[in-house]
Each structure stands twice: as structure tokens, then as C-alpha cells.
């Protein structure tokens, strides 16, 4: 699987964005999708994900009331909006695919595709 993230970018603090996510080569329906952040120096973190069976989302506490992780099956596309953005959610955004355990959603060691990684910047 082929993973492509957009949609990151410089914006103030209290915007919204919309990353995206397109899965080439396999369904967004057939693995449980991600995203996860990164800042230098600091281990990649789980922002939230949205399971293959049934579509249920879960989220990291900091992203719970500003963040919403959908899929569009027939676009094959995963996308994250991410409202009232603080400086600290300023990072790399990464989109992930894999078939993890219920109880390893948040563990990116477990997720096996990879996007390139996408960049948000949130001046305050």
C-alpha cells in the first residue's frame, strides 16, 4: 500500500485544516487507518484511527473534541480535521495502515505502511 498524505500547512492559531490521507494499491476499508505526529526529538505520537471493521474511531486525548478521523471508501481516502489548532500541535503528521490488535491502535511499531509525512505549523 501506497500511502500519500496533504493538506498540512502554516496556519494561526484557533484555524482548522483537513490532512488527507490516499491509499494506493489496497482499500482504506481492509486496514485499520491512522495518524500519527512527530516533532524532532520526540517519539512519534498517535493523534487517531479509524478500524477497518465497522469504521469506529478512536482518539489520543488531545485530539478528542478537535479532531475528527473519517474515510471515503470510494475515494480511498482518509482524511483528519483538526479544528481550534494550537502551536503545540505544530509536527509532522503521518498517515499509517496496518491490522493491529484492539489493544495496540495508538503503537505506530505495529502499523506496517507509512505516508511521507506531512507538515502543520501553528504560529501563535
Known amino acids: 500500500v501506497q500511502l500519500q498524505a496533504s493538506g498540512g500547512g502554516l496556519v494561526q492559531a484557533g484555524a482548522s485544516l483537513r490532512l488527507a490521507c490516499a491509499a494506493l494499491?489496497?482499500?482504506?476499508?481492509?486496514?485499520?487507518m491512522a495518524w500519527f505526529r512527530q516533532v524532532p526529538g520526540k517519539e512519534r505520537e498517535f493523534v487517531a484511527v479509524?478500524?477497518?471493521?465497522?469504521?469506529?474511531?478512536f482518539y489520543a486525548d488531545s485530539a478528542k473534541g478537535r479532531c475528527t478521523i473519517s474515510r471515503d471508501i470510494a475515494k480511498n481516502t482518509v482524511y483528519l480535521q483538526m479544528n481550534v489548532l494550537k502551536p503545540e500541535d505544530t509536527a509532522v503528521y503521518f498517515c499509517?495502515?496496518?491490522?493491529?490488535?484492539?489493544?495496540?491502535?495508538?503503537?505506530?511499531?505495529?502499523?506496517?505502511?507509512w505516508g511521507q509525512g506531512t507538515l502543520v505549523t501553528v504560529s501563535s
Open positions: 494499491g489496497r482499500s482504506v476499508s481492509t486496514h485499520d
Open positions: 499509517a495502515a496496518g491490522r493491529p490488535m484492539m489493544s495496540a491502535l495508538s503503537n505506530p511499531a505495529v502499523y506496517y505502511y
Open positions: 479509524v478500524t477497518a471493521s465497522g469504521g469506529h474511531t
